[in-house]
T-cell receptor, first 110, second 113 residues
Framework: EAAVTQSPRNKVAVTGGKVTLSCNQT?????MYWYRQDTGHGLRLIHY???????EKGDIPDGYKASRPSQENFSLILELATPSQTSVYFC?????????FGPGTRLTVL | GEQVEQLPSSLIVQEGASVLINCSYT??????FPWYKQEPGKRLQFIID?????ERKQTQRLTLLFDKKTKHLSLHITATQPGDSAIYFC????????????FGQGTKLSIKP
């Protein structure tokens, strides 16, 4: 089974601060995804990647950047965090078929 | 862009009862529909999927029905157990978006023992 891990699992940040969420997968999937989960919205795609060095904008990319330095690692970067970015963030890896999700990161921006 | 809607947003049933979760989508180009389950505090896990060239798929206590004409799916869970308590997500992807999934809002299912 694919293993997707995220760090940190919980994060409290201050408004205007920089936040980096990290994701690692060990199943050699080309595609990786970052979602945020908010009540009433389900999961919404922020950024995704087709492989090392590639990042693509998802449906709600504003205020977020992404970095894919290697096949295994995919980061989500909030350069200037805002309270509206308080959410649970999920990373996933996979392909056009099944996606494997990480355990999530709960981010609170004060 | 594609929109995926789920109903109901939540439901509570007695253990042993059957439940039906409905999902509709808007993009005619959508061809693949995986469903995920998220138990409290846990990660999403794939439970069942269907392609647009199928009408029905069944695995254990789950039956997934697909109507291409009405752009509607329904997930039927029989003989519910406490472990079925979770949020269920419908999602859709099309042949052009290379793995991007659009998720519904989720249906929170609570099973009363």
């Amino acid at each position: 089974e694919a293993a997707v891990t995220q760090s940190p699992r919980n994060k409290v940040a201050v408004t205007g601060g920089k936040v980096t969420l990290s994701c690692n997968q060990t199943n050699n999937h080309n595609n990786m995804y970052w979602y945020r989960q908010d009540t009433g919205h389900g999961l919404r795609l922020i950024h995704y990647s087709y492989g090392a060095g590639s990042t693509e904008k998802g449906d709600i990319p504003d205020g977020y950047k992404a970095s894919r330095p290697s096949q295994e690692n995919f980061s989500l970067i909030l350069e200037l965090a805002t309270p509206s970015q308080t959410s649970v963030y999920f990373c996933a890896s996979g392909d056009a078929e099944e996606q494997y999700f990480g355990p999530g990161t709960r981010l609170t921006v004060l | 862009g594609e929109q995926v809607e789920q109903l109901p947003s939540s439901l509570i049933v007695q253990e042993g009862a059957s439940v039906l979760i409905n999902c509709s989508y808007t993009d005619s180009a959508s061809v693949y529909f995986p469903w995920y389950k998220q138990e409290p505090g846990k990660r999403l896990q794939f439970i069942i999927d269907i392609r647009s060239n199928m009408e029905r798929k069944q695995t254990q206590r789950l039956t997934l029905l697909f109507d291409k004409k009405t752009k509607h799916l329904s997930l039927h869970i029989t003989a519910t157990q406490p472990g079925d308590s979770a949020i269920y997500f419908c999602s859709a992807s099309n042949r052009y978006n290379q793995g991007k999934l659009i998720f519904g809002q989720g249906t929170k299912l609570s099973i009363k023992p």
